[in-house]
């Protein structure tokens, strides 16, 4: 059994800062990609920023520059740095793994991020 845990969300003013937090455990020989995504109230669940086991890292238009993702691989652990948070940053935050001895990826069950005006 192979569980995603997220932590950190909350709600903040905008223009402050949260850190993301998803830890991964239960059987696992690997982790080569993992991932956040975000759902909006009304909206579909978009990818907001990935990074591999070697450290790649790719994000969507809307975070680049505020938003940081790292991978601590030996705490099977990613992050999220979020900085400059907007009110359109509002929503359940998912994180996202692929698994080395697993064919579906596996997700957490989601963190509320709120951002007022």
């Known amino acids: 059994q192979v569980q995603l845990v997220e932590s950190g969300g909350g709600l903040v003013q905008a223009g402050g800062s949260l850190r993301l937090s998803c830890a991964a455990s239960?059987?696992?020989?690997?982790?080569?990609?993992m991932r956040w995504y975000r759902q909006a109230p009304g909206k579909q669940r978009e990818l907001v920023a990935a990074?591999?086991?070697?450290?790649?890292?790719n994000y969507a238009d809307s975070v680049k520059g505020r938003f940081t993702i790292s991978f601590d691989n030996a705490k099977n652990t990613v992050y999220l740095q979020m900085n400059s948070l907007k009110p359109e940053d509002t929503g359940v935050y998912y994180c996202?793994?692929?698994?080395?001895?697993?064919?579906?990826?596996?997700w957490g069950q989601g963190t509320q991020v709120t951002v007022a005006s």
């Open positions: 239960g059987r696992i020989y690997s982790i080569p990609v």
């Open positions: 990074i591999t086991s070697g450290g790649s890292s």
């Open positions: 996202n793994a692929d698994l080395v001895g697993y064919h579906y990826a596996f």
